[in-house]
C-alpha cells in the first residue's frame, strides 16, 4: 500500500508561536509565482516531527494484521521531500517505519544534462543516507514525470532498467517504462489534470500537466491499444501505440520487454539478491557498478553519452580476463554469450551491458 503525500499531514503547532502560524521563508528560486508551491520553503506544514510517529503506528496496524495470517502488507510511503527527512520515515529502532520510502533520487537528481558522475552520485547518496539495515528502493520514473524516453532519450530505456533492477534493493517500476513508452499528447479540449486545468491557460497548460505521463498503457495494436474496449478513454490513447506496444514486443526477438525479462530473471540470482556493491564512474561518459556474491561476480555497464567509449573494467577489483555477456540493450551488437575483454571494452553510443565473471 502507498500512502502518498504522508508529510504534508501535519503542520507546526501555532501555540508555539504565540497562538498565529507563521509565514514560510521564501525560497528565492527563480521563476517561481507567489501562488506557485515552490514560492515557499514549506517548513512549517510538512514533514514536520509527528508525521514519523503516526508513520510508526501506522506501521504497528500494518503489522498486526499480518500477523493473523502471516502474509506481510508492504507499507511505501511517497515524500517528496530532502533525502534526510525521507530516510527517516524508514524508522529508528524499535519504532519501525515504512518498509519502502519512495527514493527520488534517480528522477529528481538526473536530467537530460547529466553524465555518469551525477549517475554516481545519486546511487551512492541514497545509499548513504539509508539506514544500514534497511533494503533501497530505485525507480526512474512516476505518475508526476516523464519516462525516461522522454526524459532523456529511447536509446537509454535499457541502461536505466538495468540500473534500477540490479542495484541492491527493491525496484520500482512506473508502468511503460519496461517497454520504453514514450509521454502522449494531450490536448487542451482533453485535459483531465487539476495542476494544468486550473492554469485556465489552452497554451501553456503543457508546461504543467502530468496528463502525457499517464496515458492507457498500450498492450496491443487493436482498439484503445487494447487498453480498453470502451468509446472513449479517460485519457487519449498516444500515437505510436500501433508499433509500440507489449504483444509487439512479446513476439519480437530483441526488445526492451524481452530485456526487461532477462533483468527480472538476473534478479533471482545470489549476487543480486544478497551480494555486495561498488560502482564506478569510468569516465565522464560510462557508469558502471560491480555486484558480487562469493565467487560470482557481475559488472553493469552503461554508456549515457552520445560517443565511442573505450574503457578498463580491471578498475573493479578481481575483474580480469574476459566477461561473458549475460544481457544487452536492443540497439548493442552483443548479444547473450558473446565474450568481451575486461581490460578493453569498446561501447557504442547508448550501449549497455550485462557481464559476467567466467568462472
Known sequence: MIINSVNHIFETDKDNFGGHYPDEP?????????????????????????TYELVSQLREAFDAISVRDNMTRVMMTNTHTSIKNAVKYYGEGA??????PLNFALIEGLDKSSDARDIKYAVDRWLTYKPLRKQANWMIGD???????????????D???????????????????????????VPWTETKDPLACN??????FVEVSRDPVRTP???SNGKNAGFSTA???????????EYLNVANQRSAVRSHYQVYRALTNLRIRAAFKYGRMESLALNNEVFAFKRWHNDDAYVIVMNVGRTYQVVNL??????FGQLEVEASSVLSSRTYNDVVPAGSLDLAADEALVLRMQA
Open 26 to 50: 521564501l525560497t528565492g528560486k527563480p521563476g517561481q509565482r507567489p501562488d506557485d508551491y515552490g514560492y515557499l520553503e514549506h517548513i512549517y506544514t510538512k514533514d514536520q516531527e509527528e
Open 217 to 219: 498503457f498500450p498492450w
Open 231 to 241: 468509446d472513449q478513454t479517460w485519457l487519449p490513447v498516444a500515437e505510436g501505440f
Open 314 to 319: 580491471t578498475a573493479f577489483d578481481l575483474i
Open 95 to 100: 519504532h519501525l517505519g515504512s518498509h519502502i
Open 159 to 185: 541502461a536505466f532498467n538495468m540500473l534500477i533492477l540490479l542495484l541492491p534493493g527493491v525496484a520500482v517500476t512506473y508502468m511503460g517504462e519496461e517497454i520504453g513508452m514514450q509521454d502522449g499528447f
Open 199 to 204: 492554469t485556465d491557460d489552452p497554451v501553456n
Open 143 to 157: 505518475h508526476d514525470r516523464s519516462r525516461v524516453a522522454s526524459r532523456f532519450r529511447s536509446e537509454l530505456v
